[in-house]
């Protein structure tokens, strides 16, 4: 797998970024069939910082439902995988 299919988009929320200011501790979508040394020699190589350890999760899919004129829709929003990361030395900024 390449490198620039790995990293698929920083993950900015609430949660996540105070995990960066408190702990330095950085979250990515990734590809589902990417395994942590792939995971950690992307971040390494895009961001140029060195990193220590990935920790990974896969988040489930959440089915919705939604009430239209047509009736009741429903769908499932798709699973994605999670990598977080403690940065040491990183001129990362969110």
């Given at each position: 797998?390449?490198?620039?299919?790995?990293?698929?988009?920083?993950i900015l929320t609430e949660k996540?970024?105070?995990?960066?200011?408190?702990?330095?501790?950085?979250?990515?979508?990734?590809?589902?069939?990417?395994?942590?040394?792939?995971?950690?020699?992307?971040?390494?190589?895009?961001?140029?910082?060195?990193?220590?350890?990935?920790?990974?999760?896969?988040?489930?899919?959440?089915?919705?439902?939604?009430?239209?004129?047509a009736g009741y829709v429903k769908?499932q929003k798709p699973a994605y995988?999670?990598?977080?990361?403690?940065?040491?030395?990183?001129?990362?900024?969110?």
């Open positions: 797998m390449r490198l620039s299919e790995v990293l698929i988009k920083p996540a970024n105070a995990q960066q200011e408190k702990l330095r501790r950085y979250a990515f979508k990734v590809n589902r069939r990417a395994n942590k040394l792939e995971i950690k020699k992307a971040v390494e190589g895009f961001y140029g910082v060195t990193v220590i350890d990935v920790n990974t999760a896969v988040i489930p899919g959440k089915s919705k439902t939604r009430f239209t004129k769908g995988k999670k990598a977080l990361y403690p940065g040491g030395q990183s001129g990362m900024s969110a």
